[in-house]
Nanobody
Framework: QVQLVESGGGLVQPGGSLRLSCAAS????????MGWYRQAPGKRRELVAS???????NYADSVKGRFTISRENAKNTQYLQMNSLKPEDTAVYYC?????????WGQGTQVTVSS
């Protein structure tokens, strides 16, 4: 049974930082492309960042220079370090894992940026 469990969300003031984690089980983690998506109320789900099995990264323009995606294969975990957070970063953040036709999602974690 595949499980992706996100953690680390919460309420933070503008300019603050959070680190999201996604712990995976039931997959060969090192073989999977991993990603973080987010969905704000009334908006479509969008890609925030992704990382290949080899560690190549890709970011949405809106988060470049502020967010960093990483993975720790030995722990079957990926991370999203979010710095200089803005109110427009408020959303539910989802972890995704993908390999060929296998595509799995976590349940999401809420990030709220507000003073």
């Amino acid at each position: 049974q595949v499980q992706l469990v996100e953690s680390g969300g919460g309420l933070v003031q503008p300019g603050g930082s959070l680190r999201l984690s996604c712990a995976a089980s039931g997959i060969i983690f090192s073989s999977y492309h991993m990603g973080w998506y987010r969905q704000a109320p009334g908006k479509r789900r969008e890609l925030v960042a992704s990382i290949t099995p080899g560690g190549m990264t890709n970011y949405a323009d809106s988060v470049k220079g502020r967010f960093t995606i990483s993975r720790e294969n030995a722990k079957n975990t990926q991370y999203l370090q979010m710095n200089s957070l803005k109110p427009e970063d408020t959303a539910v953040y989802y972890c995704q894992s993908k390999y060929q036709w296998f595509d799995y999602w976590g349940q999401g974690t809420q990030v709220t940026v507000s003073s």
